[in-house]
């Protein structure tokens, strides 16, 4: 049986984990996006590798914060993770808030063979024109990408420019059918009451600064290149800004905390719709429910 844990930011979700993996003797696999990254700990809460827990882990650590890694490479990875792991337990759990990673690994979510695309004539482009310009070339994708998630919508119009069809197109066109045919999935939504997420979210990233948030980042910055896609972490991007001279520290911790605030009202909305799940408000409620016997 895969167990598939998900909620948004703050939610609680690796201690769920961490209790399930003893229950069912179960490894497991990480879907947070940059968990994946080595040397980002502190901004992106991942487990401590003293936790006697760590080593249960799987997708963890794998790649280097210069290196770009995409829902493709992720999808790869856990396919390759899960059938390793399917030879030695009868249960997995993952755990984890990014759902593309989710419905890309365990969903027959097909990608085309990329192709090159210059899009540095968008990057001059305002966020309401970027989300203009996507509009007329694929209206659906608005439907689900934010405008202000300028990173998804360039991605979308660069989809649309290079292939035959657009993003909307190709998944619709896709069975979403659930990839392992032949496995129970549980799928397990934490969503807490909003006002009690958001004190758990400030609460963090207040701990996040106390626990050495931006000497994290200035490691990082002088041992790495740090790509694209690791820049884009919430919590590392405002602070390289204060780093730069942007902003003061607190407006930096002001700011960490608002976008995670509204990056969890968008994990919300994509489980809510995008995935099968049991949703709970509490880890009791939901632990009882996967405790289940079968």
């Known amino acids: ?22 229950f069912y003797h179960a490894p497991i696999i ?9 040397d980002m700990n502190i901004g992106t809460a991942k487990i401590a590798r003293s936790d006697k827990y760590y080593q249960r882990h799987y997708l963890l650590d ?11 490479e992720y999808q790869e990875d856990f396919r390759k993770t899960y059938l390793e792991l399917k030879n030695m337990y009868q249960n997995i759990i993952v755990c984890g808030g990014t759902g593309l990673y ?13 192709k090159d695309n210059d899009v540095s004539d968008l990057e001059s482009l305002s966020n309401e024109e970027l989300y203009a310009l996507l509009k007329k070339m694929d209206s659906k994708a608005t439907e689900t990408i934010h405008m202000n998630n300028r990173k998804r919508v360039i991605r979308a ?14 998944i619709d066109q896709q069975a979403h059918q659930l990839f392992f045919k032949d496995e129970t999935v549980k ?24 626990n050495g948030l931006v000497n994290e980042v200035k490691e990082l910055l002088n ?12 919590g590392y991007k405002e602070v390289i800004e204060y780093l730069e001279g ?24 994509f489980f809510r719709h995008q995935l099968p799940c049991l949703e709970f408000e509490t880890k009791e409620a939901l632990l009882k429910e996967a405790m289940k016997n079968e």
Do not use: W
């Not at 989710?102 to 990329?114: G, H, M, R, S, V």
């Not at 942007?246 to 002001?254: Q, Y």
């Open 102 to 114: 989710i419905k890309a690994a365990l969903y027959d979510y097909c990608f085309e063979d990329e």
């Open 1 to 22: 049986m895969l167990i598939v844990i998900v909620g948004p930011t703050g939610s609680g979700k690796t201690s769920l984990a961490t209790t399930l993996s003893d």
């Open 157 to 170: 119009i660069q989809i649309a420019r290079t292939h035959d069809i657009n993003k909307s197109e190709s």
């Open 223 to 234: 041992k790495y290149e740090l790509s694209k896609t690791a820049q884009a972490a919430i």
């Open 62 to 72: 794998i790649v280097e914060p210069s290196q770009s890694y995409s829902v493709k």
């Open 187 to 210: 799928f397990l939504f934490l969503n807490p009451n909003r006002q009690d997420l958001y004190e758990n979210i400030n609460t963090r990233v207040n701990q996040m600064i106390e």
């Open 246 to 269: 942007k902003d003061t520290l607190e407006e930096c911790i002001e700011l960490i905390k608002k976008r995670t605030r509204n990056y969890a009202k968008r994990q919300v909305t």
């Open 30 to 38: 990480n879907a947070d996006a940059f968990q994946i990254y080595q």
